[in-house]
């Protein structure tokens, strides 16, 4: 079955540095988006992405977040400048439509911590 | 801004008992209503989808229902089994035009044991 592919699986970075975190979507998949949970809470919204633009992005998307899709396969999140607080798992996820009964298709995650 | 909550932090079951979870929603009357499992570590699971006009969904040993006037959704596993330990999110699913947005709850963790 496809699947996404997210890496690397667990970052650790300095505060104040910038990461990338990298997807790798289901390839006939036009819809992409960046959830993440911190630990022990809800897995909550962060941007969603089609026909390579933002659609929509949360509170918590500010000018320290930026999303692109360099290539044909890979969409990736950078955090420019990260604060403790930025230390959660970083879902991506992919879906073929737009409409709900295209359930997401989540990858397995990239647990960041800001030391 | 439109809340939901999931009342159970964690339910334990006995194996072949039906579990059943559930989920509230508030300030918002969704049309669709997505549930995912996440095991430890990785990433939601896509379950079922119930829409507002469908009383009731049943996918192999799992079944939701949606009542908008309680303004609630539960999900029931029967013949529940130790593979089904898992959380469950119930999750808010809104169309943006352009893009679609989940908004999930906290999750229950249910725990099925011999």
């Known amino acids: 079955e496809p699947e996404v592919t997210q890496t690397p699986s667990h970052q650790v970075t300095q505060m104040g540095q910038e990461v990338i975190l990298r997807c790798v979507p289901i390839?006939?998949?036009?819809?992409f988006y960046w959830y993440r949970q911190i630990l022990g809470q809800k897995v909550e919204f962060l941007v969603s992405f089609y026909n390579n633009e933002i659609s929509e992005k949360s509170e918590i998307f500010d000018d320290q977040f930026s999303v692109e899709r360099p290539d044909g396969s890979n969409f990736t999140l950078k955090i420019r400048s990260t604060k403790l607080e930025d230390s959660a798992m970083y879902f991506c996820?992919?879906?073929?439509?737009?409409?709900?009964?295209?359930?997401?298709?989540f990858g397995s995650g990239t647990r960041l911590t800001v030391v | 801004s439109q809340k939901i909550e999931q009342n159970s932090e964690a339910l334990n079951i006995q194996e072949g008992k039906t579990a059943t979870l559930t989920c509230n929603y508030t300030n918002y009357s969704p049309a669709y209503l997505q549930w995912y499992r996440q095991d430890p570590g990785r990433g939601p699971v896509f379950l079922l989808l119930i829409r507002e006009n469908e009383k009731e969904k049943r996918k192999e040993r799992l079944k939701v229902t949606f009542d908008t006037t309680l303004k609630q959704s539960l999900f029931h596993i029967t013949a529940s089994q130790p593979a089904d330990s898992a959380t469950y999110l119930c999750a808010l699913f809104r169309d943006t035009g352009t893009a679609s947005k989940l908004t999930f709850g906290t999750g229950t963790r249910l725990q099925v044991t011999l």
């Open positions: 996820a992919s879906s073929e439509g737009n409409g709900p009964r295209h359930g997401y298709t």
């Open positions: 390839s006939n998949h036009l819809y």
